[in-house]
């Protein structure tokens, strides 16, 4: 079992720049893809940016260029910088951890662990 817990949310302007933080627990954060959903108010869950275990990054077009995903596996952390912010980035942030051996996806059924959610909201 692993836990996720998100920190860095809050409100900046239209912008700005946030970094996300998710911190595993277990001992085995690196055998884990970790990746970041967001989900708007009416909106569905969507895939932000991944990170596999050894290191391939993905992300959705909407938020390439602005949005990098890294991972520190000493720390058992997961990171989302984001600049250049957007009203259109507001939602609830949450992070995944997938067990190895899986297809990296951005279909959220694909990842096994969710974190709480962190609020980011960019005001215009």
């Known amino acids: 079992q692993v836990q996720l817990v998100e920190s860095g949310g809050g409100l900046v302007q239209a912008g700005g720049s946030l970094r996300l933080s998710c911190v595993a627990s277990?001992?085995?954060?690196?055998?884990?893809?970790m990746g970041w959903f967001r989900q708007a108010p009416g909106k569905e869950r969507e895939f932000v940016a991944a990170?596999?275990?050894?290191?391939?990054?993905y992300s959705a077009d909407s938020v390439k260029g602005r949005f990098t995903i890294s991972r520190d596996n000493a720390k058992n952390t997961v990171y989302l910088q984001m600049n250049g912010l957007k009203p259109e980035d507001t939602a609830v942030y949450y992070c995944?951890?997938?067990?190895?051996?899986?297809?990296?996806?951005?279909?959220?059924?694909?990842?096994?662990?969710w974190g709480q959610g962190t609020q980011v909201t960019v005001s215009s």
């Open positions: 995944v951890a997938q067990r190895r051996g899986r297809t990296v996806s951005s279909g959220p059924s694909q990842y096994d662990y």
């Open positions: 990170i596999s275990w050894s290191g391939s990054l």
């Open positions: 277990g001992r085995t954060f690196g055998s884990y893809t």
